[in-house]
């Protein structure tokens, strides 16, 4: 399967010799007028489903100054296939199908894939299909209708066999598509999934906002890292390991308006909420958890002032008040939690929010700005009440601490 490279367009003839492998050209008014969403992106609008035609026309990729001379955006398909209900965050891959409770949340991992993708001037959708209850002809559909050049999975280890079928199903009805997957499966499994299933184009390893962002620039995968792909031949290469993302408040905020908000609520309100990526990194090394294969041993945390600003947008854009901060520690840096709870307070942000934490990294005064901000609820690692099993566990962390904490 070839890799999709950028869309170059002229506006006049070109002569002498042209060498752009899969590069294509396009033919664009010189006029300076903006062709029509149906015209640059290729879909037909009176197909369906007819939802799709309004989002790619309200998510279509921003054009340059230059409308003589200009790149056709990619179009990139973002989906969490119809494998049934798992929380697909890259350290926590759990099926929550048959809960009592379900708090679904969005999938916030690959709405940063999304914005990344964007950010890269390519146009995107983003479809959870478990959470808008759809099934796998909706995405043959979708599939046949958008032509996608780029299929973005989000793929778990338990459900990865299952997953999978979405690109079987795409090079069927689009076989011009690059499949490309996204989980820390791949950051250990990632050749042998690839020569497992030959539908999959490419895998994403570590941290791959940067990779998205290359791929919809129309970089060639072996000069990304972080991607391990499969090149016409069929060759597999697995390109150096990415480094960690240093500066997150540099990272574009997840793309939100992909995505229906109003599917993800607090299951004892029913209030929409949604997901806040604080920081990433564990610097603990408890044996039984992803969180430094996934995120590091560094904790990296966002500014203050940037995840105030992702707030303020979820509130005055898309009117959620409800959040869980997602950490691998949030109380890890106890001055950079208080300051945020200060901040909360002072903006008068009227907000409701979840956290979690080790019982070893909290005291009282944390926990009353932490209140006073709106925490009303804190997920415990306890693991265990029994002291042999925290050891062999390598947690660091002894029962009489998880009491205390719990009292607190």
């Known amino acids: 399967m070839f890799w999709p490279g950028a869309c170059v367009c002229f506006a006049q003839p070109v002569r002498g010799p042209l060498s752009l492998g899969s590069h294509c050209l396009s033919l664009l008014p010189i006029s300076g007028e903006t062709p029509q ?40 398909y973002l989906v969490v296939p119809p494998t049934g209900l798992y929380i697909r965050e890259d350290r926590c891959q759990t099926p929550i199908e048959h809960l009592k ?50 299929l973005v999975l989000s793929i778990t280890t338990p459900s990865l066999e299952d997953d999978l079928q979405a690109a079987r199903l795409a090079k069927q009805v689009s076989p011009r598509t690059t499949v490309i997957a996204k989980g820390a499966h791949f950051n250990v499994l990632d050749v042998e999934t690839l020569e497992r299933h030959q539908d999959l184009d490419a895998v994403l390893r570590g941290e791959y906002e940067p990779a998205c962002e290359a791929i919809a620039r129309g970089l060639a995968p072996t000069d990304i890292a972080g991607v391990t792909s499969r ?9 150096p390991a990415p480094e960690f993302v240093d500066d997150l408040d540099g990272l574009p905020f997840p793309a939100r308006h992909l995505v229906r908000n109003e599917l993800y609520v607090r299951p004892d309100t029913a209030q929409p ?39 303020a947008e979820c509130l005055h ?17 106890r ?21 979690n934490s080790r019982v070893d990294t909290i005291d009282t005064e944390m926990l009353d700005w932490m209140k006073r901000a709106g925490c009303w609820l804190i997920a415990f690692g306890v693991e265990s009440g029994d002291e042999r099993s925290l050891d062999l566990m390598n947690k660091r962390a002894d029962a009489a601490q998880a009491r205390d904490a719990i009292a607190m």
């Open 273 to 311: 909420q949604t997901t806040v990526v604080t920081n990433r990194g564990c610097p603990h090394q408890c044996i039984f958890c992803l969180a430094p294969q996934v995120g590091g041993r560094k904790n990296r945390y966002r500014s203050v002032g940037n995840v105030l600003e992702e707030l």
């Open 231 to 239: 090149n016409a031949s069929g060759a597999i290469h697995r390109s």
């Open 101 to 150: 409770t379900v708090a679904l949340r969005p999938p916030i991992d690959l709405m940063y894939a999304a914005a990344a993708f964007e950010r890269g001037g390519a146009d995107c959708l983003l479809t959870d299909f478990p959470a808008e209850g759809l099934g796998w002809r909706d995405l043959e559909d979708r599939l046949r209708q958008i032509q996608p050049d780029y």
């Open 335 to 355: 001055d950079w939690v208080i300051e945020l709870c200060r901040e909360i307070i002072g903006r008068r942000l009227s907000i409701e929010w979840v956290c």
């Open 37 to 76: 969403p149906s015209e640059r992106l290729g879909i037909a609008l009176t197909g369906q489903p007819p939802e799709l035609d309004i989002l790619w026309m309200e998510n279509k990729g921003r054009l340059g100054n230059n409308t003589s001379l200009m790149a056709t955006p990619k179009k990139a």
């Open 317 to 333: 854009k898309f009117g959620i008040h409800n959040f869980l901060f997602r950490s691998d520690t949030f109380t890890q840096q």
